[in-house]
């Protein structure tokens, strides 16, 4: 099965590296399963239910999100809806949505669990406990763990914990592709940070000018989508065999524009 893992969806500009690049990143790596994590692509701040249609149109086939997932209002009356689409499983009991999703694909089981960190992120249930609590009933999957969080010690414990057990953790949130992606040593695939779609020369896909002068006079400023200059698309592409080994994988970071 080969897999293709994209760092979260900055605005309108990522939904234009999305759609450009999903076809042909389908068609030449022979892509069985696409993801992408959504929770960025409303103008930065959530997801619409029109723009999870759009972006399935683009050839993605699931769809994870974080911590803005309820950003758009009305959000939690839609979002039991999306039925490609999951949010942190650990958020408290009665959240609308779901936590992991499971399809098959050429006969095999495939699932997509979500996740949140709790370091510097909104209140929610414990990480660890709730993959030991579901992992019962999916084990029997490849299972793809979005690991949506802050720190990276975090996330590096996470991978740890459940090495062997997950197929792969794919950590976002922090929107900066890093340099140590591995295979842990009990099989389970590892990224800290996946990264983004959007602009490459803004604060993690934000124009520079408001985080600055936020970071400067300490003042809440708004801030708003990078969508001029150089852009970059960010994933991570990996294929597992029958019996859910990795066979191979590789960092995606593409650079366009001027």
Do not use: W
């Amino acid at each position: 099965m080969k897999v293709l893992h994209i760092g979260d969806i900055m605005g309108k500009a990522g939904r234009s590296l999305l759609r450009s690049a999903v076809p042909r990143l389908r068609e030449e790596l022979g892509l069985d399963i696409v993801i992408a994590n959504v929770e960025n692509a409303a103008n930065g701040f959530g997801i619409t239910e029109a723009l999870y249609k759009d972006i399935l149109s683009y050839g993605v086939d699931l769809m994870s999100t974080g911590n803005h997932v309820f950003d758009v209002k009305e959000s939690e009356n839609f979002i039991r809806n999306l039925e490609n689409l999951v949010r942190p499983a650990n958020y408290p009991d009665g959240t609308p949505g779901k936590g992991h999703i499971t399809i098959e694909k050429n006969g095999e089981r495939f699932t997509l669990f979500n996740l949140m960190g709790r370091v510097f992120m909104p209140l929610s249930d414990c990480p660890f406990r709730k993959f030991d609590s579901v992992y019962p009933e999916i084990s029997r999957s490849f299972v793809l763990v979005d690991f949506h969080a802050e720190a990276t010690s975090e996330k590096n414990a996470f991978g740890l914990y459940t090495d062997g057990r997950a197929g792969a953790v794919l950590g976002t949130h922090t929107h900066v592709q890093t340099n140590d992606d591995r295979v842990l040593p009990n099989g389970t695939l590892y990224i800290t940070d996946v990264g983004m779609c959007g602009g490459l020369d803004s604060v993690i896909g934000m124009s520079a000018g408001a985080p600055i002068e936020r970071f400067l006079g300490g003042v809440p400023r708004k801030y708003e989508v990078e969508k001029a200059g150089k852009m970059v698309f960010n994933a991570l592409f990996f294929e597992y065999d029958s019996l859910g080994k990795i066979v191979r994988y590789s960092k995606i970071s593409e650079i366009s524009g001027e």
